[in-house]
């Protein structure tokens, strides 16, 4: 089984960025216990700030891969262009985010992946990636 993880703007800054709303871990630290937990899945890590990088990642692995977990992050909110990559793919998405958005600001209620995903994973922290490469399994 081949998944990808792939994390959108601002999420390369895990551990930095408002801990108190994400966590004090880096990305890659929570990544190595997720590849030591799930060794039989083959696990990939992609993490880009620029749109058009992740719709190029998505068209890349959108046919041959059996998952994959997006965290668009606050492109989630604003792109049409994400969204209809999503949707363009033949690999299933499940949409993934660290926090609660829905108990955040209203902006961060709508989600331009939702439609065209398998289903999404929000508010449980780093966990929600294990949660979601878990509804792969
Ligand atoms: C996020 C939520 C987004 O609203 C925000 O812009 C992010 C992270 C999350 O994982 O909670 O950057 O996707």
């Known amino acids: 089984m081949k998944l990808i993880i792939i994390n959108g703007p601002n999420l390369n800054l895990l551990g930095k960025r408002e801990p108190e709303m994400y966590g004090k871990q880096t990305f890659e630290d929570y990544f190595s216990t997720l590849q030591f937990k799930f060794k039989d899945v083959q696990l990939e890590y992609f993490q880009s700030n620029i749109e058009g990088d992740l719709i190029t990642k ?8 059996d998952g994959i977990i997006l965290n668009a992050a ?8 994400i969204g209809d990559a999503v949707k363009a793919i033949k690999t299933l998405v499940v949409e993934v985010h660290i926090s609660n958005t ?8 709508i989600s331009y992946i939702s439609s065209g995903a398998k289903g999404v994973i929000l508010g449980f922290g780093l966990q929600s990636y294990d949660l979601a490469i878990q509804s792969f399994l």
């Open 102 to 109: 829905h108990k955040r600001e209203e902006f961060r209620h």
């Open 58 to 65: 998505l068209q890349e692995v959108g046919f041959s891969y």
């Open 74 to 81: 606050a492109y989630t909110h604003t792109s049409v262009g």
